[in-house]
C-alpha cells in the first residue's frame, strides 16, 4: 500500500457480489465474490499530514472475516485508488463481516490483529495494519496504530534489511481496543523492511508501530546474513515519543557516507635524493587544496631503502608542518592526518611544499571524510513573494514539523534544495521570533540549492528566540543539515 502524501476524500462506493458457484472435493459451494473497500478519510490535518490518507497498490491482499474464519482476497481493480475492489471466494451463504489489512496481520479473529515482523519495502510504502468493518456494503478501513518514517540516503550496497528496535514489544499478536492496538502486548521489539542489496541508494522507510509511549530506538541496515553493516547502528537511548492513532512521525535521516572521498592533488614522477629536492606544486602561484580538519594527504611512492617526506612553508623552509623521516620502503603510501594547525598554517602561507629524501614521489590525494547529511524536511511550498515557510513549527520537542529536535552548533550547514521560479530575487533566511523578528543570516540569488553555515555570531543572535524560516521565490523541496 502506498501513502500518497496528498490529503484526499474518500466516496464510499457499494459493495458487489458476482456470483460464479463451484463445488469443491466436500460438495461445500463457494462464490467468487468482489468486495469493495476504502480507506480512512482525512479527519485532522495536524497529526496526520503524510499518512492521512493511503491508496491501493498492485498485490495488496486483505483477510475478510466471515464471522468464522479469514479468507485472504486480492486487489482487482482501483490500483493507486483509496476506494478499490478486492476479489476471492466465500463459503456459499457466507458474507463479510469484517476484515484486516495486510492479510498477514490477521489473527484468530477479530479481537488481535498481528504486527508482522517483517515486511516487503516498496517505494513509500506503507504496511500499517487496518481493520474494517462493513458500513452500508462497504469495507472501510480504519488504521489501529501509527507510524515513524525515515528518509535514509547513501544505502551500502550490500544492505538488505532496514532494522527498527524499540524498547517496547512492537511486532506479534496485539489485542484491538476500541479502535486501536497499544503496546500492551506483542512478541519482539525489532521489525525488519527488507529489500535487493544495490538496489537504491536512498529510501524512505515507513516503519508501522502499536500505540503508545517509547522511550529510546535504534535502526540500522543488515545485510543479507542479518548481521549489522558497520556504521550504520544509529541509536536515541533516551529519546521518549508517543504514537497516536493514525499518527505519522517523521525522523531525521541516519545517514552514513560510508566512503570517503577522495581528490588527486598532483599525479607525476618527482624523484627525491636529499632533502633539497623539494617539489613546489603547491607554492608560488600553484593550486592550493581546500583542506578540512580531519582529512587526510595521501603520497602514493616508491622507495628502496628508508626514506623520509615532509611538508613545509614555501616562504620558510625551514617552518615544518609535518615531517616524517621514518618513510618505510615496504609500503607505497603514506598518510598524514590534517590538523587544523595544519589547515591556518597552509592558508596563511598559500601552501605548502614537499620536501623528501630517498624516494620517488608519484600521486598525492586528498581523502575527505564523511559529512553526515541529516534530512530535516521534505515536502513542496511555492512562494512568489517574501513569506514563512509553513514546515517548520518550532517547538522543543518536534522541531521540524515533528522530528527529533536539532540543536545546531558551530560549524553546522543548513542546506536548501528547491526550484527557483521564472523571474526575481531567490532568498532563503533565518529569522528570530514570529512576529516579525530581524533576519540573522540569509542566501540568496539561488538556482537549484543554498546553504547557511552556523557561526557562533548566529547562535549568540538565537538565544532564547525561536528560529523561523522564510522564503522567497522559489518552490522548496528538502532541508537538510550538514555536520
Not at 135 to 163: M, R, S, W, Y
Not at 406 to 427: M, N, P
Not at 432 to 439: M, Q, T, V
Given at each position: 500500500m502506498k501513502s500518497r502524501y496528498i490529503l484526499m476524500s474518500v466516496a464510499a462506493a457499494a459493495m458487489t457480489f458476482v456470483s460464479c458457484v463451484k463445488e469443491n472435493i466436500n460438495d461445500i459451494k463457494f462464490s467468487e465474490v468482489t468486495l469493495n473497500a476504502v480507506t480512512e478519510g482525512s479527519q485532522t490535518k495536524t497529526a496526520l499530514t503524510g499518512f492521512a490518507d493511503v491508496v491501493w497498490a498492485t498485490g495488496d491482499q486483505i483477510a475478510v472475516y466471515d464471522g468464522a474464519a479469514f479468507t485472504d482476497f486480492t486487489l482487482s481493480s482501483g490500483v493507486g485508488t483509496a476506494s478499490a475492489g478486492f476479489s476471492g471466494t466465500l463459503a456459499e451463504g457466507k458474507t463479510a463481516e469484517a476484515a484486516v489489512y495486510p492479510a498477514s496481520a490477521k489473527g484468530t479473529d477479530m479481537t488481535t490483529v498481528k504486527y508482522p515482523a517483517e515486511y516487503a519495502y516498496s517505494e513509500m510504502g506503507v504496511n500499517a495494519p487496518m481493520v474494517?468493518?462493513?458500513?452500508?456494503?462497504?469495507?472501510?478501513?480504519?488504521?489501529?496504530?501509527?507510524?515513524?518514517?525515515?528518509?535514509?540516503?547513501?544505502?551500502?550496497?550490500?544492505?538488505?534489511?532496514?532494522?527498527f528496535t524499540a524498547n517496547s514489544k512492537i511486532t506479534g499478536s496485539f489485542a484491538v481496543t476500541g479502535d486501536a492496538v497499544s503496546t500492551t502486548a506483542g512478541a519482539a521489539e525489532s521489525v525488519k523492511i527488507t529489500f535487493t542489496p544495490a538496489s537504491m541508494k536512498s529510501a524512505v522507510f515507513m516503519v508501522p508501530l502499536p500505540t503508545g509511549t517509547y522511550t529510546g530506538f535504534s535502526v540500522k541496515f543488515v545485510d543479507a546474513s542479518d548481521a549489522a553493516i558497520a556504521g550504520t547502528v544509529k541509536e536515541k537511548a533516551d529519546y521518549s515519543f508517543t504514537i497516536a492513532r493514525k499518527q505519522l512521525l517523521t525522523f531525521p535521516a541516519f545517514v552514513d557516507n560510508t566512503t570517503p572521498a577522495s581528490k588527486v592533488l598532483w599525479e607525476g614522477e618527482n624523484e627525491y635524493e636529499s632533502w633539497n629536492n623539494a617539489l613546489q606544486h603547491f607554492a608560488y602561484g600553484g593550486p592550493v587544496p581546500e583542506l578540512y580538519e580531519g582529512d587526510i594527504l595521501r603520497f602514493h611512492y616508491t622507495a628502496t631503502e628508508s626514506a623520509g617526506l615532509q611538508l613545509a612553508n614555501p616562504n620558510d623552509w625551514t617552518e615544518k608542518y609535518y615531517q616524517n623521516f621514518n618513510v618505510s620502503a615496504s609500503n607505497t603510501t603514506l598518510d598524514v592526518n590534517v590538523t587544523a594547525d595544519m589547515v591556518a598554517k597552509i592558508k596563511a602561507s598559500n601552501g605548502f611544499i614537499v620536501e623528501g629524501s630517498k624516494l620517488t614521489l608519484t600521486k598525492i590525494e586528498q581523502v575527505t571524510s564523511p559529512?553526515?547529511?541529516?534530512?530535516?524536511?521534505?515536502?513542496?511550498?511555492?512562494?512568489?513573494?517574501?513569506?514563512?515557510?509553513e514546515g517548520y513549527n518550532y517547538n522543543p520537542e518536534y522541531g521540524f514539523?515533528?522530528?527529533?529536535?536539532?540543536?545546531?552548533?558551530?560549524?553546522?550547514?543548513?542546506?536548501?534544495?528547491?526550484?527557483?521560479?521564472?523571474?526575481?530575487?531567490?532568498?532563503?533566511?533565518?529569522?528570530?521570533?514570529?512576529?516579525?523578528?530581524?533576519?540573522?543570516?540569509?542566501?540568496?540569488?539561488l538556482t537549484d540549492y543554498g546553504e547557511i553555515k552556523i557561526t557562533q555570531d548566529i547562535l549568540d543572535q538565537l538565544a532564547g528566540e525561536t528560529p523561523r524560516i522564510a522564503i522567497n521565490h522559489m518552490t522548496l523541496k528538502k532541508i537538510t543539515l550538514k555536520r
Open positions: 474494517a468493518s462493513v458500513v452500508e456494503g462497504v469495507l472501510q478501513f480504519k488504521h489501529v496504530g501509527g507510524v515513524v518514517k525515515f528518509d535514509v540516503g547513501n544505502i551500502p550496497p550490500t544492505a538488505a534489511g532496514f532494522v559529512v553526515a547529511e541529516t534530512v530535516l524536511w521534505t515536502g513542496s511550498q511555492t512562494i512568489s513573494g517574501f513569506s514563512w515557510f514539523n515533528g522530528e527529533l529536535p536539532i540543536e545546531y552548533k558551530v560549524g553546522d550547514c543548513l542546506c536548501f534544495y528547491l526550484e527557483a521560479l521564472d523571474s526575481g530575487y531567490t532568498a532563503v533566511n533565518i529569522c528570530k521570533g514570529y512576529d516579525g523578528g530581524a533576519i540573522v543570516a540569509s542566501c540568496g540569488g
